[in-house]
């Protein structure tokens, strides 16, 4: 059954739909009608029917099999570009990415579907908030997805009684991507993304895995990137090393799933990204297709009243209230206010040189502490002219100075010690000859 879109005309052979959905359903016709009776549509066609009722943007089945996807993916662990998530590599979730009959016995099918959220950017939102990856401004996409997926999954053990069917979006050892593209739903990109010649990038993904036979959408004929290499370039950490080849340990992760310091060197390149990147979307030429998200709750949030600098003070409860069913808790309240500190080091911006200093002398953790103090330096540093010569620097290099010797932790005195370096040499001379070391206190609340 060839894929059609939603609404519209049917694609052509050169522009096929990201929906592998169904035509409106034949039905018999009714008492007295001339017309001859038509067949009711398969399962396969019902059921994508109501995946699209269901609210998905898209929808298609993959036929079940050895993915080229595993291949790739096999690599990209043996390479280590996986960084610190080391569950990834276990034996347990690569056999069941290998096997997914690991998963679902007598897995005979795998309904896969999209759902697009916002592709827009709001530069008065990012500016008070500084960058958030489109995906993660709204509600926790795994539970908008859960919702939906457990509907279709009601709907299809009714529609075969006593079939079984389980569904995942990112929540399980499923190489998504690659059983969407063999559902006809895109193409790899050469970021490792998936892209649709009607939507573009913008959207999440989700499946079902059912144990019954439902007849299969085809795969596109072929990628379509061509020698277009915009989201290589624009990769503002080269985390795209090749074509469909991404180190993980290089931008989003860093934002996300790293539990440590981010990388000095890596920390300019970051911006004012605080949760994850969509630069290589940004560029991607087929986004211009990308249609806004009907799915109110991956909206973005407001946020009102919030910046940077106020971030800063949460505490671990204001935490979890400000950031209840959002994404964003994954990175952690220390890993997403080390995010943030980051973000205001790379602006600049002497305002927030205040809440700053407050962070390094007063946060609890170390790692919030330490990239606070490499933010101050950076900010004092871009700090010339009238502004210098009135003393702007004087309570940034005061609160420097301070955790250089006496703050608790030896992470944060080095690098509070490594920014006064960087703004006079002559602070590193007196570091290392001790004349300076004083008795490490505990960070005030």
Known sequence: MPPTPIGGTPPSETTPSLTGAPAAPAVSAGPGASSPA????????????????????????????????????????????????????????????????????????????????????????????GRIARYAAGEDYHGVMRDKLRALQRFVRELLPGSRALWYSDTGAILERGWA????????????????????SWFLLGELLVDRPLEPDPPLAREHCGTCARCLAACPTGAIVGPYQVDARRFSYLTIELRGPIPIELRP????????????????????????????????????????????????????????????????????????????????????????????????????RSHAAWALGEIARRVKGEEATAGARNPMLAALRRAAETDAAPEVREEARAALSMLNPDEATSFRSGSRQGTPAAPRR
């Open 38 to 129: 038509v067949a009711a549509p398969g399962p396969a066609a019902v059921i994508k029917l109501r995946a699209l009722e269901l609210g998905f943007s898209a929808v298609g089945i993959a036929s079940v099999g050895p993915l080229e996807a595993r291949l790739h993916y096999e690599a990209w662990l043996a390479a280590g570009r996986h960084g610190e998530m080391a569950y990834l590599a276990s034996e347990k979730h690569r056999r069941r990415r290998a096997h997914p009959e690991a998963i679902l016995r007598d897995l005979q099918a795998v309904v896969c579907v999209a759902l697009c959220h916002d592709p827009d950017r709001d530069p008065g939102r990012e500016g008070r908030l």
């Open 269 to 368: 390149l970051v911006g004012d990204w605080i949760f994850g990147c969509d630069v290589c979307q940004e560029v991607c030429p087929w986004n211009r297709f990308a249609p806004p998200a009907r799915e109110a709750r991956l909206h973005a949030r407001a946020l009102e009243g919030w910046t940077l600098e106020r971030f800063l003070g949460l505490d671990e409860a204001e935490f979890a209230q400000l950031f209840h069913q959002s994404p964003i808790r994954r990175a952690q309240r220390s890993g997403f206010l080390r995010n943030v500190c980051v973000a205001l080091g790379n602006r600049g911006e002497p305002a927030a040189a205040s809440a700053l200093e407050r962070a390094l002398e007063r946060d609890p953790e170390p790692l919030v």
């Open 181 to 200: 593209e063999r559902a006809g739903l895109g193409w790899i990109g050469k970021h490792s993304g998936l892209i649709s010649q009607q939507f573009g």
